[in-house]
């Protein structure tokens, strides 16, 4: 049975081998999980097809494959030293029983091929690596080492040059860790930079007095827990405001395709969850109708499948404007980077007590910064300082959330 790369969602063609839980030779059972495959969206578990044990490995951690790729084979049967010692043919996987007769066909040092692809990105020359695999082969392992020797021998000649200045430096410690970018890294660059280069980002800025919310939450927490099973936080409040606001100024919602405006009749919230691998953005279908309690619970769910990294590529598709807070990280002030295609983002920050004149006198008011980054050639620049004005008028006053007003 093969172990092939499944369709991995819309716009997704390519992942990376992540990292294989078992190795040849191990018994499998059917839907335990044998591979992580890392895309530019999510992580994605694959599991067994069905019982017997692993007779192969096509392709190594860090390897890109595509859809329908075989990564490897489940085989039944003993586990003899020939299954255990399978290897990849330039045509792909060599099954544990054609292992011990394929070893006399193939070349003495002639790698797999993701050894191959290894040595050509580095430029090595293929005949001054010792091979120390099975039948003299070249391993991952002997090129990783091949071109440490070439590092510290160029290390060691410039040290001879440098002389005695260069060995006293010597007891500084310089250690450096080089860990490859992951595919969902590398999009978040790709995808900000596109945003940069494509889009005329600007961003406007204004501040909100959080009292009133505050004081909601304090009334009304252990009442809203008690009865939906789930926190009354700050995000459910800033989503309904959005909403109202994107309802108000469209263009804010829309987007750009072509020579053509898309004005969104529904809002897909986009919400910012930092993670161990990045930053994603997983969505809230149709906010528009959501409760409180709804988009709490949604907020918490997204979250909590992102830092386990089990949101799926539905969570993550699409989106029609983004929230993202910095004030869970003690952000004061930023200017957020929209998250195309979409036209623009909201921009919370760190709640921070600060006087603040009122009818002319001096208070101390819980205050959060608020900044709203869009995307100039659809949204004028009155429609982003109306929007934003907006969002504060319903977070400083909820009752207009209460009655749309």
């Excluded at 586990?79 to 006399?104: K, W, Y």
């Excluded at 450096?176 to 970018?181: C, I, K, P, T, Y």
């Excluded at 009304?220 to 995000?235: I, N, S």
Aim: with cysteine; charged share 25%.
């Amino acid at each position: 049975m093969d172990i092939v790369v499944p369709q991995l969602g819309e716009s997704v063609s390519e992942a990376t081998v992540a990292k294989w839980y078992k190795k040849v030779g191990d018994v499998v059972k059917a839907d335990e999980l044998i591979v992580e495959l890392e895309t530019d969206k999510v992580t994605l578990e694959i599991n067994s097809p069905g019982n017997g044990q692993l007779s192969g490995i096509a392709y190594d951690v860090g390897d890109e494959v595509g859809v329908g790729t075989v990564l490897g084979a489940i085989g039944e049967g003993e586990v003899t030293e020939s299954v255990i010692d399978a290897e990849v043919s330039d045509e792909g996987l060599i099954s544990g029983a054609s292992a011990a007769s394929a070893d006399s066909d193939f070349p003495q040092n002639q790698p797999s091929p993701a050894v191959r692809k290894l040595i050509a990105d580095n430029n090595l020359d293929l005949g001054s690596i010792v091979g120390t695999g099975k039948g003299g082969r070249l391993t991952k392992a002997d090129v990783v080492s091949y071109m440490e020797s070439l590092e510290t021998d160029a290390s060691s000649q410039v040290d001879a040059q440098a002389g005695p200045i260069k060995q006293k430096s010597r007891s500084t410690n310089r250690n450096e860790e080089r860990v490859r970018l992951s595919r969902l890294r590398k999009k978040i660059a790709e995808r900000l930079k596109e945003a940069q280069n494509t889009a005329a980002i600007l961003t406007t800025f204004n501040e909100v007095d959080m009292t009133a919310v505050l004081d909601a939450r304090s009334r009304y927490k252990e009442q809203f827990e008690k009865k939906h099973g789930v926190k009354l936080g700050f995000m459910s409040f800033f989503a309904k405001a959005c909403i109202i606001a994107l309802g108000e100024i469209p263009a804010v919602n829309a987007m750009i395709d072509g020579d053509e405006i898309v004005y969104r009749q529904y809002v897909d919230m986009g919400i910012a969850v930092g993670t161990d691998q990045g930053l994603v953005v997983p969505v809230i279908r149709d906010a528009q109708e959501r409760s409180f309690s709804d988009i709490e619970k949604s907020v918490g769910e997204l979250g909590k499948k992102a830092r386990s990294g089990e949101l799926s590529v539905d969570d993550l598709t699409g989106g029609s404007f983004t929230i993202t807070n910095g004030g869970v990280y003690g952000s004061l002030l930023s200017t957020p980077i929209i998250n195309p295609p979409q036209s623009a983002i909201l921009g919370m920050h760190k709640i921070q007590e600060r006087p603040i004149a009122i009818n002319g006198e001096a208070l101390v008011r819980p205050m959060m910064y608020l900044a709203l980054s869009y995307d100039h050639r659809i949204i004028d620049g009155a429609e982003a300082v109306t929007f934003l004005v907006r969002v504060k008028e319903c977070i400083e006053e909820p009752d207009r959330i209460l009655f749309d007003v």
